[in-house]
């Protein structure tokens, strides 16, 4: 009874890790592609792919797998080798809709999901 009442995380709810890895495979094939933003993506795809998996994992409600193999997160210090404008922010976001388009969840749950980035990502901005 009880159990029925919790609520899931989004993590648990739009699919956990494989869900994350589907979307992650695309975003990253998006974001490596895009005209505006791949300037930024000198490093390897896959350790950044599997970083973000790590961090989305904790972002989205599931276990604390970024802060568990990194430490504290500190997004915004992390960016700041990284010169980001709010067009670059846009660009970010642009894959990230794309992405999450692909999943094989309903429009609602899609849209509470894409919901979590705007902030986070603008709050990126640092140039
Ligand atoms: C605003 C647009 C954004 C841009 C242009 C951007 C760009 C970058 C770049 C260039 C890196 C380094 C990649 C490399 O090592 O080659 C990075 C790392 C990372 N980004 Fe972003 N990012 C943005 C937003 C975000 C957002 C919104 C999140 C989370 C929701 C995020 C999470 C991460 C994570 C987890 C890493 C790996 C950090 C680490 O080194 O441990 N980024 N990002």
């Given at each position: 009874m009880e159990q029925q009442i919790e609520e899931q995380s989004l993590y648990e709810r739009i699919g956990g890790a494989t869900a994350l890895t589907a979307l992650l495979d695309r975003f990253y094939d998006l974001v490596y592609a895009?005209?505006?933003?791949?300037?930024?993506?000198?490093?390897d795809k896959e350790l950044i792919k599997h970083k973000q998996q790590l961090f989305l994992t904790q972002f989205l409600g599931g276990p604390a797998a970024y802060t568990e193999a990194?430490?504290?997160?500190r997004m915004r210090a992390r960016h700041m080798p990284h010169q980001i404008s709010q067009e670059d922010a846009m660009g970010w976001l642009e894959c990230m809709a794309g992405a999450i388009?692909?999943?094989?969840?309903?429009e609602a749950l899609k849209d509470e999901l894409f919901d979590r980035f705007p902030r986070t990502a603008f709050f990126m901005v640092n140039s």
């Open positions: 895009h005209e505006r933003i791949r300037r930024l993506f000198t490093g990194y430490g504290h997160p388009k692909e999943l094989p969840i309903t």
